[in-house]
């Protein structure tokens, strides 16, 4: 993950695969190697709906989303202090990182040139929003690159409503069309920086066999 500002290394997301309990760990790993954040993904329902545990050592900061019967249950704090929201109409929520699972399962649709709205979870601030995803041309996007990925796809995630300030800015990301494959991600980080403030990005996947 690169910052927008400087072009500097900010952190690594290291992936393990899914176990057999459709589990992923994810390590947040500072330039100097030190892990400072991890996340556990969990994928037993819809796959646009992982449950997550997330925690962040260097102020205490913890974020999950779990289903708890109907209800899914927001969690965010930091420092010892928490707080929790049930949402109970969620069947079509996307949460954390299944908004890839939701740009693939409707690939053919967004290829087509139609809009798609959802409600995305915003565990951070205990509430949803709704967001718009749509394909734009190459020239449009802030990730297009003359040197490689010339055949990538691309599309931008906006808010569905204008007065949506909670989620203002858009992302913008590029698709390997063969495998529908993530290759890059342009816009705000789910991390802070390390004085707790907001941070916008561009990451570079890397897969591995």
Do not use: C
């Not at 954390?96 to 995305?120: N, S, T, V």
């Amino acid at each position: 993950a690169y910052s927008l500002n400087s072009n500097q290394v900010l952190y690594r997301e290291l992936y393990t695969g899914i176990n057999e309990n459709k589990s992923v760990r994810v390590d947040y790993v500072s330039p100097e190697g030190k892990t400072f954040a991890t996340k556990t993904l969990v994928y037993s329902g819809e796959l646009f709906q992982p449950m997550f545990n997330f925690e962040d050592t260097r102020d205490n900061e913890f974020a999950s989303a779990q289903f708890e019967g109907a209800r899914l249950m927001l969690t965010q704090g930091a420092k010892g202090h928490q707080s929790q929201k049930a949402i109970l109409d969620n069947a079509k929520i996307v949460i954390d990182a299944g908004f890839d699972a939701y740009i693939q399962l409707h690939w053919d649709k967004l290829m087509e040139g139609k809009r798609l709205k959802f409600e995305f979870a915003l565990v951070n601030r205990l509430t949803t929003v709704q967001l718009e995803v749509r394909k734009i041309r190459a020239s449009e996007s802030p990730v297009y690159d003359d040197d490689i990925g010339s055949d990538w796809v691309y599309f931008r995630i906006t808010p569905a409503k204008k007065i949506a300030s909670l989620f203002a800015d858009p992302i913008n990301l590029a698709y390997n069309p063969n495998g529908k494959y993530l290759m890059r991600y342009h816009g705000r980080s789910n991390l802070d920086d390390n004085n707790g403030d907001p941070v916008d990005v561009r990451i570079e996947y890397e897969y591995l066999n």
